[in-house]
């Protein structure tokens, strides 16, 4: 992902509105991908994945796009509520390791 | 689904004394684990790679002396930090892999984190 250790960027969106959350990741070998959301004090949750063979997957309010070409991979979030507001890692699947993206804190402004 | 259990959640510990922190895959084995430090405001960083009944791997640059760990059984993995010093205050985080890759996220389940501080 982007270089890992730098502080996490930020995002403040308006509630209802939708989210896009970006992430740059760095092998191209890699063959798989996950968005976690982390809520402050806690583990990841898994939100969405993604395999190399695919470009675009739906979930419940969330969309994955990967785009291979500039290894770029994008969470969207429809309808943003409160309860989505967290920082958000994409992760990267090298052979067994599961290595983290830089994050991105989403706040989700009433 | 899969859970896994991470102990103590926080722990406040004098510098020089050593800390153990235990992770449990509590419904499923799980041959890996993997261990992460989280600095505030920062991206998860994996420490190490730790197979059940071997030596575990460690990333370049984690002192394998000072972040001992232990993979005894296929449901428990523990971390020690020795020598703690308040550099070492973190966020650490255990994860396994569940070997049904059918799993969501390819089986990889966290746990809650351990809030080491050291004074």
């Known amino acids: 992902g982007e270089s890992v250790g730098l502080h996490l960027p930020t995002l403040s969106v308006q509630e209802g509105d939708n989210s896009i959350i970006n992430c740059a990741y760095s092998?191209?070998?890699?063959?798989?991908f996950i968005w976690y959301k982390q809520e402050s004090g806690k583990g990841p949750q898994f939100i969405i994945d993604?395999?190399?063979?695919?470009d675009k997957r739906q979930g419940q309010r969330v969309t994955v796009l990967l785009n291979k070409t500039v290894k770029h991979l994008s969470l969207q979030i429809a309808a943003t509520q409160p309860g989505d507001s967290a920082v958000y890692f994409c992760?990267?699947?090298?052979?067994?390791?599961?290595?983290f993206g830089a994050g991105t804190r989403l706040t989700v402004k009433p | 689904g899969a859970v896994v259990s991470q102990h103590p959640s926080r722990v406040i510990c004098k510098s020089g004394t050593s800390v153990k922190i235990e992770c449990r895959s509590l419904?499923?084995?799980?041959?890996?684990m993997f261990w992460y430090r989280q600095f505030p405001k920062q991206s998860l960083m994996l420490m190490a790679t730790?197979?059940?009944?071997?030596?575990?791997?460690?990333e370049q640059g984690v002192e394998k002396d000072k972040f001992l760990i232990n993979h005894a059984s296929l449901t428990l993995s523990t971390l020690t930090v020795t020598s703690a010093h308040p550099e070492d205050s973190s966020f650490y985080i255990c994860?396994?892999?569940?070997?049904?890759?059918?799993?969501?996220?390819?089986?990889?389940?966290f746990g809650s984190g351990t809030r080491l501080t050291v004074v």
């Open positions: 994860s396994a892999r569940n070997p049904n890759r059918d799993s969501a996220g390819y089986g990889y389940t």
């Open positions: 092998n191209s070998a890699s063959d798989y």
């Open positions: 993604i395999r190399s063979n695919m």
């Open positions: 992760a990267e699947k090298e052979s067994h390791d599961m290595r």
């Open positions: 419904d499923f084995q799980a041959t890996t």
């Open positions: 730790s197979n059940e009944g071997s030596k575990a791997t460690y």
